[in-house]
């Protein structure tokens, strides 16, 4: 690959993962041709994408993103793609790919970067396990909603019992 190729690649890659907030990266040895085109395939309904990268081309990518970016040099060995979405969260995305690696034992989670932090294949593990963004978000809207129907429960309580006082008072006068 020419040297102004590559640097074009580089530049387009940097383009496509400008607002790239999470991204995993997988060793996909050991999958055929059609075992990588369903996993693409599975991967891009729930709206996330694999990006089959050569290595170098990845390395200098995550460089121009960000030093924060660029420690996912470690994972960067032999056949890897990277896992990324700019539609959904980076719990949705972990749910997918781990759904799909615990189903069909591959491809192998090597490690990933999630809003700022890096991660490791049990951090991305446990970051599957988490409830979706509109089950916390409901379970928050739950929690602020019950303190609230409780009072409101005590309030009609206890103006219920005044109403009784009263008129078994006027009732007996």
């Not at 709206?47 to 030093?67: E, F, H, Q």
């Not at 990277?82 to 997918?96: F, H, M, P, Q």
Request: proline share 2%; hydrophobic share 35%.
């Amino acid at each position: 690959m020419s040297k102004k190729l590559k640097e074009n690649t580089v530049k387009e890659l940097s383009q496509r993962y400008q607002s790239m907030d999470h991204c995993f990266i997988v060793n996909y040895r050991g999958m055929n041709a059609t075992h990588i085109n369903n996993f693409r395939f599975y991967l891009k309904e729930g709206k996330v994408k694999i990006n089959v990268i050569k290595n170098s081309l990845l390395r200098n990518t995550l460089a121009k993103k960000g030093s924060s970016f660029s420690q996912l040099d470690t994972f960067i060995d032999g056949p890897i793609a990277l896992i990324y979405s700019n539609e959904v969260d980076g719990i949705s995305t972990a749910k997918r790919l781990v759904s799909w690696s615990n189903k069909n034992k591959l491809p192998e989670i090597k490690g990933g970067y999630v809003e700022g932090n890096m991660v490791t294949v049990n951090d991305i593990k446990k970051l599957s396990q988490l409830p979706s963004r509109e089950v916390l978000l409901t379970q928050i809207a739950t929690a602020f909603k019950s303190p609230t129907t409780r009072l409101a429960v005590a309030l009609s309580d206890v103006i219920g019992r005044l109403a009784r006082v009263l008129n078994q008072k006027a009732s007996s006068n």
